[in-house]
Nanobody, 125 residues
C-alpha cells in the first residue's frame, strides 16, 4: 500500500490550494481518511477527517469553513480543498488512511495505518 500526497506549494495569504492523495493497493471507499499537518517545531495535528461511510466528517476549528475534505471513488483519491489560506496554515500536510476506524477515534493519528509522505504548503503574508 502506498499513499502519495501532492498539490502543495507557495501561496499568498487569502489564496487557495487543492491537495490530493492518491492510493495504490488500497481502495479509499473502504477506509476512513484524514489530513494531518505538522508545522516546524510543532506537533502533528489533525486537519480534517472523513469516516469511510461518510458518517462523520471532522474539521479542526482552525480550518472550519475554509477547508473541505472529499473523496473521489472513481479516481481513488482524497482531496483537501483549502481556501482563504493564512500564514498559520504553513505546514507539511500528510494524508492518512485506516480501516475499522470508529467515529470516536477518527481524529487520532494512531488510528491510521497508512500514511503518505507529505506535501509542503507555505502561505506567505
Amino acid at each position: 500500500v502506498q499513499l502519495q500526497a501532492f498539490g502543495g506549494g507557495l501561496v499568498q495569504t487569502g489564496g487557495s490550494l487543492r491537495l490530493s492523495c492518491a492510493a495504490s493497493g488500497l481502495t479509499f471507499s473502504r477506509y476512513s481518511v484524514a489530513w494531518f499537518r505538522q508545522a516546524p517545531g510543532k506537533e502533528r495535528e489533525i486537519v480534517a477527517a472523513r469516516k469511510w461511510d461518510g458518517g462523520r466528517i471532522y474539521y479542526a476549528d482552525s480550518v472550519k469553513g475554509r477547508f473541505t475534505i472529499s473523496r473521489d471513488n472513481a479516481k481513488n483519491t482524497v482531496t483537501l480543498q483549502m481556501n482563504s489560506l493564512k500564514p498559520e496554515d504553513t505546514a507539511v500536510y500528510l494524508c492518512a488512511a485506516g480501516g475499522g476506524i470508529i467515529s470516536s477515534t477518527l481524529t487520532q493519528s494512531t488510528a491510521y495505518t497508512y500514511w503518505g509522505q507529505g506535501t509542503l504548503v507555505t502561505v506567505s503574508s
